[in-house]
């Protein structure tokens, strides 16, 4: 982070009317903690669990607002997820506009929503859309990208200065106004940039670029790859993204770390996927951006951003574990901060819960009409919204409960494959079991009680989340599943039983409040959860 004397010099620069720290803040800064290999997000000074919902990109206007807080109550989200423009908030050079930032921070308030502003400005989708006319018309001053024939490539290089400097003196001025105007941290989180990298090439192929690239790889990334020489010599086939990668970072980094000098918030940035089981340099997605082979080159190069994050719209479900098990790291808090918001989409919830997520928000939840098919829904129609708003509504009274239990135990989590095979997992001495597509009542493969097939058969739907509270206890939530927990390797004579199955919830302290006990029908064919899910409490125990 910046020191004091920086801070006073921003002050200055920026004509504020009063200096750093005058505004009192009435409650402590959102952080990031780390609990083992697991990550927690406080806010108000008490772990919170982000239950998001992501606006569509051109519903940042206040007249447009209250088409989005509907649906944020229909979802029964806690955080709204919404962008804020740079060519929207300094529209003519120099001149600042924020009338939108109080009407959103107004709204949220009132609804009592917490926000992540999401900073369009130099990078949207790679592109310079939401960067303001007299930075897009000025190619002189504010450089785009090169291809290798000298033509202008339509991204903004990261090589570009005067670029970087008129970028973060904007973000500076958007977090002074929240330091002076939001003194409860109604905004909890900013991502600087969206979705940033290149299409259409990996690299800048200006001179300048050429020359960096021909030279060794900065000091700091070697020693945090333990290898020195060319990007080719160490990076190999990955050589051209990791370098637009690394001088991307280093552009965000440094905005980030202006702002966080003002108003210390947790700050992220998201990545445009490619397939996370492709070769080096060979995956797609967007080159420079914090996709998956790259996320250790931007740990290196952005020391200001507390995490990176993926932007989830593949289809295949064994991708989207994969992605979610690589940026669930010991060093990199989990955060699926857009997902595709048709209903498939809904139940990857469970597994980014499992992995111990700080959040997840599926992308284009309002009112306005918008669709993005095919990446998501044609329509936000009943069925659909209630897809994401059904384990929202269980997890939304105990959201900062779940958050701190998940934190500081073992927990699993896993959603149905395209084959709708049983999937399992050991915890301890235990091993707890998922199938789907079966009644409340009764086996599929009974040999004595024959029945049709279930509504879900086929359809891609279910998933379940489990938390081991202690060495014969769990915390299980599902839909659309059937679970079961047996002894991984039982000793001569010995049985697994389940000795109590309750249902409730969690109180704030996370002790568990009881609603009734589960038994007989309940529990004979297994613990089956139905599309509503609840929460519940196994006590496991033997007998021989």
Known sequence: MMDRAWQAVIAVALGAAMPIGAAAQTTPLPRLERVGDKHLLQVDGRPFLMLGAQANNSSNYPDVLPQVWPMMARLHANTLEIPVAWEQVEPTEGQFDFSYLQALVDGARARNLRVVLLWFATWKNTGPSYAPTWVKTDTARFPRMQTAEGTAHYVLSPHGRNTLEADKRAFVAMMTWLRDNDPDHTVIMVQPQNEVGAYGQKRDRSAEADRLFAGAVPAELAASTGRNGSWTQV?????????????????????????????????????????????????????????????????????????VAPDIYLTDPKQVMEVLRLYARPDNALHVPEIGNSAAFARYLWPTLGHGAI?????????????????????????????????YRLFAPMAGAWAKVAANNLSWGTAKGADG????????????????????????????????????????????????????????????????????????????????????????????????????????????????????????????
């Open 359 to 391: 959040g997840f928000a599926p992308f284009g939840m309002d009112e306005t009409g918008y669709s993005n098919y095919p990446l998501g829904a044609r329509e936000l129609d009943e069925a659909t919204v209630e897809a994401f708003a059904a384990p």
């Open 421 to 544: 095979e049983p999937q399992s997992q050991q915890m301890g001495r235990w091993t707890v079991r998922v199938t789907y597509d079966e009644w409340q009542f009764g086996s599929r493969d009974s040999p004595w009680l024959k029945s049709d097939p279930t509504p879900t058969e086929g359809q891609p739907v279910g998933g379940a989340v489990a938390v081991q509270t202690g060495p014969d206890t769990f915390l299980l939530a599902a839909a659309h599943a059937r679970l079961s927990i047996g002894l991984t390797d039982p000793q001569r004579g010995e049985n697994g039983t389940m000795l109590k199955v309750e249902e409730g919830t969690l109180q704030p302290d996370g002790s568990f409040a009881v609603r009734r006990v589960w038994n007989g029908d309940q529990t004979d064919y297994g613990l089956n959860f139905t599309r509503q899910p609840v929460l519940l409490r196994v006590t496991m125990g033997t007998y021989q």
């Open 235 to 307: 990076f190999g086939p990955l050589a051209d993204n990791a370098f637009n990668s690394w001088y991307t970072a280093r552009y965000i980094d440094e905005i980030a770390a202006a702002g966080q000098a003002v108003l210390d918030l947790p700050m992220f940035c998201n990545a445009a996927l490619g397939d996370p089981f492709a070769r080096p340099g060979e995956g797609g997605g967007a080159s420079g951006g914090p996709d998956t082979p790259v996320i250790d080159v931007w740990k290196a190069a952005a020391p200001h951003i507390d995490f």
